[in-house]
Nanobody, 123 residues
Framework: QVHLVESGGGSVQSGDSLRLSCAAS????????MGWFRQAAGKAREIVAA????????NYADSVKGRFAIFRDNAKNTVYLQMNSLKPEDTAVYYC????????????????WGQGTQVTVSS
């Protein structure tokens, strides 16, 4: 079991940066792939970024490539999403999730979810 708690969301202006954090509990955190997802109002949840359990491989949605970075600190049981050059279309609730196995960039692999944190970007 993994319990996830996100933090770091907020309201910013277009072009600003935010760093989201996801604190995980559970002794097996370091063996899980981790991902960040988002869901905008009226839209389906989409994967934004993910990385393998060791952090040696990452993948990003095309819409955030070059602007967002995902990284993890297994010693702190925390995964981060650094978001730069934010745009109004990045406005959404952001969720972190943990995948015990499977393809790390497939939403179907994710079994554990946080409660989400709101990110609002105004123009």
């Amino acid at each position: 079991q993994v319990h996830l708690v996100e933090s770091g969301g907020g309201s910013v202006q277009s072009g600003d940066s935010l760093r989201l954090s996801c604190a995980a509990s559970g002794r097996t955190f370091s063996t899980y792939a981790m991902g960040w997802f988002r869901q905008a109002a009226g839209k389906a949840r989409e994967i934004v970024a993910a990385l393998t359990w060791y952090g040696d491989s990452t993948n990003y949605a095309d819409s955030v490539k070059g602007r967002f970075a995902i990284f993890r600190d297994n010693a702190k049981n925390t995964v981060y999403l650094q978001m730069n050059s934010l745009k109004p279309e990045d406005t959404a609730v952001y969720y972190c999730a943990a995948a015990p196995g499977g393809a790390y960039f497939s939403p179907l692999s994710y079994s554990y979810w946080g409660q989400g944190t709101q990110v609002t970007v105004s123009s």
